[in-house]
């Protein structure tokens, strides 16, 4: 079964970063891995804040944050990273880790728990 395990958040100042990082179990962030970051403030939709469909292809971003958070992977950590820099207290969510693979080994959509960022003098 995988498992994506989110660690990194808390309670930062405005102008602050933070880094998220998304753990797997069960399988391996390949190459092929398409990762996602999503975030979702209270009383809100979850929307989608950064996407990477492999690691040979540049990462989107959400226009809120195109800039500011970078999007990478460590394959041999078997872990991706949102790096969120410059943060304002919009970026307040929980924030979620996403992953499946369409080609070789297919597995996923598996979602995280979770990882709560407040942004907050």
């Known amino acids: 079964q995988v498992q994506l395990v989110e660690s990194g958040g808390g309670l930062v100042q405005p102008g602050g970063s933070l880094r998220l990082s998304c753990a797997a179990s069960g399988r391996t962030f390949s190459r092929l891995t398409t990762v996602r970051w999503y975030r979702q403030a209270p009383g809100k939709e979850r929307e989608l804040v950064a996407s990477?469909?492999?690691?040979?292809?540049?990462?989107d971003y959400a226009d809120s944050v195109k800039g500011r958070f970078t999007l990478s992977r460590d394959i041999a950590e078997n872990r991706v990273y949102l790096q969120m820099n410059s943060l304002y207290p919009d970026d307040t969510a929980v924030y979620y880790c996403?992953?499946?693979?369409?080609?070789?080994?297919?597995?996923?959509?598996?979602w995280g728990q979770g990882t709560q960022v407040t942004v907050s003098s």
């Open positions: 996403y992953a499946l693979q369409r080609t070789a080994i297919v597995w996923g959509p598996v």
């Open positions: 990477s469909a492999s690691a040979s292809t540049e990462s």
